[in-house]
Each structure stands twice: as structure tokens, then as C-alpha cells.
């Protein structure tokens, strides 16, 4: 049994793997006969001299409009950049120029395929425009170079005709300031079913697969910020949203259309990556615990700087974009030193210290990469890893959210185990105390049971035969009276007895066993007997000792009709009100005097109805006349009312 969820887990993992390969396969399947594709290694190229950008570029173009200087090149062609000159071009801005790629093309044989183009990256910083056999097929940027130029390859679908010419000749025309260089990688020509995967991959791997991981990133910094509204001391949940936020913010560059003259947006995507730098920092310090007081100085301070320095509104520095490769210089030491700086103070206190230490260097290194690829020191077919920085850093604080989720599940277990633990010893002890209660309960229910029935006897049956023995013994009774004095106490003792049997707080039942001991009885001396008890509801009070109080009441009220009154008829009723039930009984005797009865000291069975009757809570009455007597006794429905 203990194995059937470990083979269920073991399933649906399999079951997930195969899910995620199965997709990937018919995402990037499609590869097919290549041995038509065309992949060019060298082309021709020239530059020529402008004044400002020409986003209306012609329809047509005939290369043989351009002068006779091509030079040959090899791809991938990525010629160095002067980052300084780069930056002064804001000064002079119509000093431009326009570079041409010229491709001639040898026969391509597709079999009636569509062609297609694909290159992984064309680089400049103005229009870019391609032109087949002289037609324009493409052209973007003409309002401007777009974030995501340089991490979005180019593809290009020929339309086929059956009257189509072949495709000899692929002329490309990049715009680009005069201090800037442009890029371009190898080209691959052939049909479009052929290159569409290898265009796919890259373009997947280098914008869509970063941008779910950026988006899971914020998603999950969201979660932690609920989390940190509920749990406000544990400010390590803010940062870790705040790390999200600027994350987020910063990889926005990479997937975004917006054209990079935006200064407003440049001004955020390159703040935050300083931002970004600075929350780590002060994660780091949650970490290690020490304050590093210059070091949050100078991270503070290079932030704040760098902030007001790139304002759009001041425009204390050139054109954001222009001076971006330099300020990430700036970052890329920032975040090297804080990654460093922290990692050792964090190396033997803390092993989450010591991973995001980790993270941060990959991170600064994934960034370095970026910027030499960016600024032509590496070749342009190369991959942009920046993107894969807020994977680094979700997985880097993924996990550690994940061993503090884990701990906090097993603390938790652990904490449940030990109360379940104390609370079955509390049970234990508790079933142990009420045990010995229950047997002290016991023993005192037995204690008092035989002194009560002791007393009972003392009083009752004990007093009887100790008259009787003296009697006896004076000779001044007769044998019919010591036969009656020897009923009454038999009698005395059945009643005992009775009130001993459970009567489960009914009171007709106890009224019928008295009717099973006194009919006979009665019969023996002509006296009828007239039962006439109705439905009572039960008395919850009603137990062994108050039942005997009963049984007495009711005997000594018979046994006094019997002695006293010369009746021959007894009539036994019940009768309820709003708070209690009566017993009655009436007889057809000639009556007594009550008053002279309960003043004389030989009533003493009238005094002991009335002591009884008010040990329950109940009381006694008696009317007599010649017509007979009339005895009741009412008693409550609950005690003490």
C-alpha cells in the first residue's frame, strides 16, 4: 500500500516529460531535406557617405546604380566599434552612412518550393531594406532602431509564381550614423519548410522562452508580495517581489517593438538593471547580517547617480541609448563587486548567501557576453544570454523560496507531530484521572447507597422489631399484632429493595411495582383498590434514594388508611400541572382530625411524609372528613423549583 502513491508520482512525472517533449518535438520539428539550402559565407560589400536617414526607400533598386567598389567579405561580418565615438554621434547627427551587402545568387533548385531567408542577426542602427532581383521584400526601422533588433533574426518569404524569375541577386541597404558600425551573419538561403525551424529555434530561444521565464518570475515575486502582506517582519518576501519588478522591467528590451529613441523607456530598461544590482545587495545583507555600510553607500550612491544622470529631463548626458554600452561597463562592475564583496562575507555564514553570490557572477558574466556581442568584439552569430538573466535569478531565488517553503512544511510537521504527540499524553492522563475519578465515584455511590440503606433500615425496619422484641418480651402483645408488626416489616424491606431496582426516572413504574407489593395485601383485607395513574413524564431527578422516599410516602399514607379508618375502597390517581406531578390517594373511612393528629407526638408517620416530601422538593396535604380522606403529594418536575 505504501508504494501505490510513489508509482503514481513516478507516472505522472513520465507522463509530464513526455507532455513537454512531445510539444517541443512539433515546435521545432520540421526540419527536412536541407540539401538544397544555400548558406552563405561571403558577400560584397561597400559604404557610402550620407547626409541624415532616408526611410523611403524605393520600391526597385538596381545594384548597378552603385558604384563599381564591392569588396569581398566573409560572414559572419562584424566590423569593431569605437564605443567613445559611438557615443559623441548625438553631436553630429546627420553625418550617416549606408552600407551594402550584395549577394549573387547561383542557380537554387527547389523543386516549385517557396524560398525563404534567414540570417540570426542584422545589426545597424537605421532603415534596413532588402531588395530580390531589385524588388524591395523587406524593410524595418525606418522610424528608428527597435530594442529587439539584434535578438530578432531575420526571415524573409519569397512569393513563387509559376512565372517567377529565379532568384540570382540579394541586395541589402543598412542606414547607421557615420561613428557606428553595422553586423550582419551568415545567410541562409533555401526553402522556406527547410530554414523555417532553424528560424524558429533561435527566435524562441532568444525571445519568447526568456520572456515566459520573466513573466513566471514576476508572477511568482506577485505571490510574494501577498505573502509579505501577511507576514510584514519577514521583509525578505518584499525584496524578493521587488528583485521581480525590476527584473521584469529589465528584460522588457529584449522582447520589446518599441523603437530605442524612446528615451523614457531606455531610462527605465538601464536604471533597472542597477536597481536590480542593489536589491541583491541588500538580499545579501539579510543573509549575512552584516551591513557593509561603505559598500550599500557606493551601490546607493552609483544607482542614484546613474539615475539622475541619465534623466531624459535634464539631459545631462547624451541620448540614453547612445551611452548605454558604457554605462553597462559601470553596471557590469557593480554588480561583479557586490556579487564578490557579498559572496565572501556571506561564503561561511550563510549557504543561500553563498548561491546567490553565485548567481550574481553568472548573471555579470551573461551580461559581459551581451555587451561584446552587442559592440562587435564577438562574432554576431553569437547568443544573447542576457536574456537568461531573470531565469538565472528566478532559479537562484526559486530555490530559495523553495527550501524555506520546505522547511517551513517541515517545521510545521514537526511542530503538528509534537502537539499530537502531547495531546495523546494529555488524553492519556486525562483517561487515567477520569478512570480514578470514576472508581472514587464509585466507591462513594457504594458508600453512600449502604448508609442510606442502613439508616433506612435503622429507622424503619430496625425500630419495628426492636418494639416488637419488647412487646415480646413485656407479654403485652399479642400474636396478632406481632404477626402484623412482622408484615409491616417485611414489608419495609420489600420497599427497600424495590427502590434499589433501576427505575429510569419513571414514575408509573415505580408506582407499579408499589401496586405489585401492597395489592395483595389489600386484597387479604377486603379493600378494593381503584388504579387510576395516568401518563407522568419522567422525573429527571428520580434515583434509588429519592424513589424509597416515595415508596415511604405512599406505604405509611396506605398502611395508615389500613390502621385507622375503616375504609374499604382506596382510590390511587395521578395528575400533572405546570411544574410538578401529584400522587393521590383518597379513601372512604370516617376520617381523622389532621391538626390533632400532626400536634400528637404519636403522628410521627404524618412528620415523616412531611420530612421526606421536603427532602424532594415536594410537599404533602391531607383533607379529611367523614366521607374519607384525601392525601397528596406533589412532586416538582426539576429539583429546586
Known sequence: ???????????????????????????????????????????????????????????????????????????????????????????????????????????????????????????????????????????????????????????????????????????????????????????????????????????????????????????????????????????????????????????????????????????LTVNSLFWLVTSVHFFLRQLHGRPLKWLTRALVATTVLVGILTLPLFTLLPNTPKITPLIYVVAALMGATAGLIGGINAWRVSGEGRLIAIGILICTLLGVDDWLLQNNFISPEGWYLGAYTNAVCFTVFGVLMYRRYVRAINEIEEVNASLALRLQQREAELEMSHKRLREVELRQTISDERQRLMQDMHDGLGSSLISAIRSMENGGMSEGQVSQILKDCLDDLKLTIDSMEPVEADLLLLLATLRFRLEPRLEGTGISLQWEVKELPTLGWLDPSSALHILRIVQESIANILRHTRANAIRVATARDTHGVTISIEDNGHGFDIEHALANASGRGLHNQQRRAQALNGKVSWHSGKAGTLFQLWLPLQRGT
Not at 168 to 181: C, P, T, V, Y
Not at 187 to 211: D, K, N, V
Not at 212 to 232: C, E, N, Y
Open 1 to 267: 500500500m505504501n508504494q501505490r502513491p510513489s508509482l503514481i508520482s513516478t507516472i505522472l512525472l513520465i507522463f509530464s516529460v513526455v507532455l513537454l517533449i512531445l510539444v517541443g518535438a512539433f515546435s521545432f520539428g520540421g526540419y527536412s531535406d536541407s540539401s538544397v539550402d544555400l548558406h552563405a559565407q561571403k558577400i560584397e560589400w561597400q559604404v557610402q557617405q550620407s547626409t541624415g536617414y532616408d526611410p523611403l526607400t524605393p520600391a526597385n533598386f538596381n545594384s548597378q546604380a552603385l558604384p563599381a567598389e564591392w569588396q569581398s567579405v566573409s560572414l559572419p561580418f562584424a566590423p569593431p566599434v569605437a564605443l567613445l565615438r559611438q557615443a559623441g554621434t548625438i553631436r553630429t547627427p546627420d553625418a550617416t552612412q549606408t552600407t551594402w551587402f550584395r549577394l549573387q545568387l547561383p542557380d537554387i533548385s527547389t523543386r516549385d518550393k517557396p524560398l525563404a531567408l534567414y540570417a540570426a542577426r542584422v545589426r545597424t542602427g537605421g532603415t534596413v531594406a532588402i531588395y530580390a532581383n531589385g524588388h524591395l521584400v523587406h524593410r524595418a526601422q525606418q522610424d528608428g532602431t527597435l530594442w529587439n533588433s539584434s535578438r530578432t533574426p531575420l526571415w524573409i518569404e519569397f512569393a513563387k509564381t509559376d512565372d517567377s524569375p529565379p532568384l540570382r541577386e540579394i541586395l541589402i541597404r543598412l542606414e547607421h550614423s557615420a561613428k557606428s558600425q553595422v553586423a550582419l551573419s551568415s545567410i541562409w538561403i533555401g526553402p522556406t519548410e527547410s530554414l523555417y525551424s532553424r528560424y524558429h529555434l533561435r527566435l524562441w530561444l532568444q525571445q519568447e522562452l526568456p520572456a515566459m521565464l520573466s513573466m513566471a518570475f514576476l508572477a511568482v515575486g506577485i505571490f510574494a508580495l501577498f505573502v509579505w502582506t501577511q507576514r510584514k517582519h519577514e521583509i525578505a518576501y518584499l525584496l524578493f517581489f521587488q528583485l521581480a519588478a525590476t527584473a521584469f522591467l529589465r528584460g522588457l528590451h529584449f522582447y520589446s517593438s518599441i523603437p530605442i529613441a524612446n528615451d523614457w523607456f531606455a531610462w
